[in-house]
């Protein structure tokens, strides 16, 4: 997995990140695309479409490493019953 090849570097960006209280530009970009729903009457309302919205997927990464320390942390000093 290209994640674990690449976790220190992505680990200094996110601590980079989090302490400059900045998140780049590019992270905060989704694409969105739109697709028919099969079968509708009429394709001129809103609701014949679907909307299907794309993370940055560097962004999904990082939140899931900093949801995991702070899953140990919280196992490891019991903060939770």
Same mark, same amino acid.
Request: net charge positive; charged share 30%.
């Given at each position: @997995?290209?994640?674990?090849? /690449?976790? #220190?570097? $992505?680990? #200094? ?6 302490? =400059? ?6 992270? #905060? ?14 394709? =001129? ?6 909307? /299907?919205?794309?993370?940055? @997927? $560097? ?12 899953? #140990? ?9």
């Amino acid at each position: @997995m290209v994640a674990l090849i /690449i976790i #220190k570097d $992505l680990v #200094k960006v996110a601590s980079h990140c989090f302490i =400059s209280k900045i998140i780049l530009k590019h992270l #905060k970009k989704f694409i969105t695309i739109v697709l028919r729903k099969e079968e509708k009457k009429d394709y =001129s309302l809103l609701s014949s479409y679907r909307l /299907i919205t794309f993370k940055n @997927m $560097l962004i999904k990464v990082l939140k899931k490493h900093v949801a995991n320390i702070i899953f #140990k942390a919280v196992k490891e000093h019991k903060l939770l019953p």
